[in-house]
């Protein structure tokens, strides 16, 4: 019999310590329900946790995105609602203004009305707002900057501006020039002019393109494609097109191969140079992870840009709207009457083409949330069934472990009185 070493004693002390640090574990389980509270207690399943949380959270960060994004465009939409309303009323008053019954007094009134429905058709450009950006006034638009194109002969007076060869051109920009050049070896060569659906330049194919090309079509109108791609054909199957006027009388095709040398006859030539676009359409993430994501740009919607407005006109006469802005509709004579009509129908055209632009975002939109949402459903049970403890499983184990516990503590209590029996041999 030995005293100075109680193995037994040391055997339930080990005993009472495992049992009380399981069951410490265990007690959290059951308080936190989770059966990972750190990556001791599964070092796999935290990481893969840890994974799918940051995928959770982005997922709902992306529903309401997608809901924020979704507000904007029902923001936008309800302003063109009103825009349209605006619109039809205008072509009333067009309609009106062209029956003869009314006077000359008569039109002049209604020519009174139509302005003060084009400066709210502005107004509601200039102030329909979400989150302060404002949403109508073309900024929130990938769009070609404008520029001084390089006219070559100074005598003459040529109307243009400069392109980005990747820029997104509003498809109502016109443009009058008299001849294109494509500009320095540098700038993009993939300028070209199509007229019919033909390549018009003074090579054989747009392959051949290269440095300076000047191409024109006489005294019609051709079609400039931003980034064309042709058949084997020669026509145009893709690209950003936008209509240019091509005037005066240009008597042959030039090309060059430095800026010093250009070949013009008869009339001035200009080039279009490179130009720094904006890039400004509105991004929406909709998606947990990089590049998830979807864009939307938003036209200008004001008088100017739907035909109703110009910086030209009388000043102090019935279509002057102050600031410089006229109104290109002018129904105070029954022939300006009748060509309001097409020019109010022309805008409604255009406000309902944005508008179902707008529609169809929303209603992807709207997909995407319920996607999300989806996702994020199946995610969050699938880290749920890693992380999360089942507790009627763990209240067994923790019932086992207080039995174990009591019962260790006893033999612990036991095993510390055994020494006491060696006073029995001293008797």
Same mark, same amino acid.
């Given at each position: 019999m030995r005293i100075d070493?109680?193995?037994?004693?040391l055997q339930a002390w080990m005993s009472v310590k495992k049992t009380n640090s399981e069951m410490q +574990?265990?007690?959290?389980?059951?308080?936190?329900g989770y059966r990972i509270n750190s990556a001791a207690d599964d070092a796999a399943g935290y990481a893969i946790v840890e994974k799918m949380m940051g995928q959770v959270s982005g997922l709902n960060?992306? #529903? $309401?995105?997608?809901?924020?994004?979704?507000?904007?465009?029902?923001?936008?939409?309800?302003?063109?609602?009103? +825009?349209? &309303? !605006?619109? $039809?009323?205008?072509?009333?008053?067009a309609v009106e203004a062209s029956n003869d019954t009314n006077t000359t007094s008569d039109r002049q009134q209604i020519q009174k009305e139509v302005n003060q429905l084009i400066g709210q058709i502005d107004q509601i450009r200039n102030t329909t707002q979400f989150n302060t950006q404002v949403l109508l006034n073309g900024n929130l638009n990938? /769009?070609?900057?404008?520029?001084? @194109?390089?006219?070559?002969?100074?005598?003459?007076? !040529?109307?243009? %501006?400069? #392109?980005? @060869?990747?820029?997104? /051109?509003?498809?109502?920009?016109?443009?009058?020039?008299?001849?294109?050049?494509?500009?320095?070896?540098?700038?993009?060569?993939?300028?070209? /002019?199509?007229?019919?659906?033909?390549?018009?330049?003074? +090579?054989? &194919?747009?392959?051949s393109l290269s440095g300076y090309t000047g191409v024109y079509v006489n005294g019609t109108t051709a079609t400039v494609y931003i980034n064309a791609t042709t058949n084997a054909?020669?026509? /145009?199957? &893709?690209?950003?097109?936008?209509?240019?006027?091509?005037?005066?009388?240009?008597?042959? %095709?030039?090309?060059?191969?430095?800026t010093s040398s250009y070949q013009v006859v008869d009339s001035g030539a200009i080039r279009l140079d490179k130009a720094t676009?904006?890039?400004?359409?509105? %991004?929406?993430?909709?998606?947990?992870?990089?590049?998830? *994501?979807?864009?939307l740009g938003i036209n200008d919607m004001g008088a100017q840009a739907l035909g109703?407005?110009?910086? +030209?006109?009388?000043?102090?006469?019935?279509?002057?709207?102050?600031?410089?802005?006229?109104?290109?509709?002018? %129904?105070? *004579?029954?022939?300006g009457a009748q060509s309001a009509i097409t020019l109010v129908d022309n805008a409604i055209q255009v406000v309902? *083409?944005?508008?179902?632009?707008?529609g169809a975002i929303q209603n992807r939109l709207t997909h995407i949330t319920q996607n999300l949402q989806t996702a994020s459903t199946n995610l969050t049970s699938a880290e749920s069934t890693i992380k999360d403890v089942d507790m009627a499983k763990e209240m067994m184990v923790f019932s086992k472990q207080q039995i174990l516990l009591q019962s260790s503590m006893a033999m612990l209590a036991q095993a510390n009185t055994n020494p006491q029996q060696v006073l029995r041999l001293f008797r």
């Open positions: 070493h109680n193995i037994p004693a +574990t265990t007690i959290q389980r059951l308080s936190t960060t992306a #529903i $309401q995105n997608s809901q924020n994004a979704i507000s904007a465009i029902q923001t936008a939409s309800g302003a063109l609602d009103q +825009t349209q &309303s !605006i619109l $039809q009323r205008m072509r009333e008053l990938n /769009v070609a900057a404008s520029g001084t @194109a390089t006219l070559v002969n100074p005598s003459n007076t !040529i109307t243009g %501006v400069s #392109i980005e @060869a990747n820029a997104k /051109v509003n498809a109502n920009t016109t443009i009058t020039i008299n001849t294109i050049e494509t500009g320095t070896a540098s700038a993009p060569n993939a300028i070209q /002019v199509y007229y019919n659906g033909q390549l018009q330049n003074a +090579t054989s &194919s747009a392959a054909s020669g026509s /145009v199957t &893709s690209g950003t097109a936008i209509d240019i006027t091509l005037s005066n009388s240009i008597s042959n %095709v030039y090309t060059s191969s430095s676009s904006s890039n400004n359409d509105m %991004v929406f993430q909709v998606g947990a992870n990089q590049s998830q *994501t979807i864009k109703l407005e110009s910086t +030209t006109g009388t000043a102090g006469s019935s279509t002057d709207l102050g600031n410089g802005y006229f109104s290109t509709l002018d %129904v105070t *004579t029954k022939t309902s *083409t944005e508008a179902s632009k707008l």
